[in-house]
């Protein structure tokens, strides 16, 4: 019932910038947060960023500090992944992530939902 849609990876040269979007759409009562991981060749998925609902918290890997802004339009359930300074070493699937509470015939559910990948790749 719930989607979440990716958009905006691409190929990009070493220094170059990309912005990725997620869009959540279904029957969405609440977010309780929303992010970013990536799995890159042979290694485990890792957290990027991830935006917590309440009090507007942020938590950013150390790799990608100052150089990856997370934002979020909550009207559009909607969020937003400023990369700048791109490296190789960025090289990944990215995955949005999102923490969504649904509301269907008077049953909260609560749950983790992720959206199908988009490829960045960062050439040297």
């Known amino acids: 019932q719930v989607q979440l849609v990716e958009s905006g990876g691409g190929l990009v040269q070493t220094g170059g910038s990309l912005r990725l979007s997620c869009a959540a759409s279904?029957?969405?009562?609440?977010?309780?947060?929303m992010g970013w991981y990536r799995q890159a060749p042979g290694k485990e998925r890792e957290l990027v960023v991830l935006?917590?609902?309440?009090?507007?918290?942020?938590n950013y890997a150390d790799s990608v500090k100052g150089r990856f802004t997370i934002s979020r339009d909550n009207a559009k359930n909607t969020v937003y992944l400023q990369m700048n300074s791109l490296k190789p070493e960025d090289t990944a699937v990215y995955y949005c992530?999102?923490?969504?509470?649904?509301?269907?015939?008077?049953?909260?559910?609560?749950?983790?939902?992720w959206g199908q990948g988009t490829q960045v790749t960062v050439s040297s």
């Open positions: 992530n999102a923490a969504i509470g649904t509301l269907d015939s008077g049953t909260y559910s609560f749950d983790d939902y």
């Open positions: 935006a917590f609902s309440s009090g507007g918290t942020t």
């Open positions: 279904g029957n969405i009562f609440s977010i309780s947060a």
